[in-house]
């Protein structure tokens, strides 16, 4: 089980922005904010829910290289919203939300490209309530 993950950004600033309206969609918060001098590195931004950073976002001092982040979240909604708060906040599209038969069944999941080209995503494994 993973604990938390980071990805490197370009600008901590703008990126901090993006991801704060992004993942409100999906209840994620900043939980920690810390500037370089604290970590002794990079400035660094941890988001999360329930006062859990298990996101985070840092600083690059180089170039940056391309992730994919997948966010499970608890009803199709979620995802439709997460796409939508995605757009909105100057993600390009890399994937409308809907089903994804290839994966299973039931796999929903929306991608955005983050402002530095990350692939975010947000997927629902459950069936449809009807």
């Given amino acids: 089980m993973i604990d938390h993950i980071g990805i490197s950004v370009s ?9 704060e309206q992004v993942l409100k ?27 859990k950073p298990d996101f985070w976002i840092s600083e690059s001092k180089g170039d940056i290289l391309s992730n994919h982040i997948a966010f ?7 995802v439709d ?6 757009t909105q906040a100057g993600g390009r599209d890399n994937g409308k939300p809907g089903i994804r038969e290839m994966y299973h069944p039931n ?15 947000a997927v629902c494994h459950l069936p449809e309530k009807n």
């Fill in 11 to 19: 600008d901590i600033s703008r990126s901090k922005r993006f991801y």
């Fill in 25 to 51: 969609s999906i209840n994620y918060s900043i939980i920690m904010d810390l500037p370089a001098e604290v970590t002794g590195n990079v400035a660094a931004v941890g988001l999360g829910e329930n006062n």
């Fill in 72 to 78: 499970t979240v608890k009803n199709r909604k979620l």
């Fill in 81 to 86: 919203d997460f796409y939508e708060a995605g």
């Fill in 107 to 121: 796999y929903y999941g929306a991608f955005i490209l983050d402002l530095d080209g990350h692939n975010i995503e």
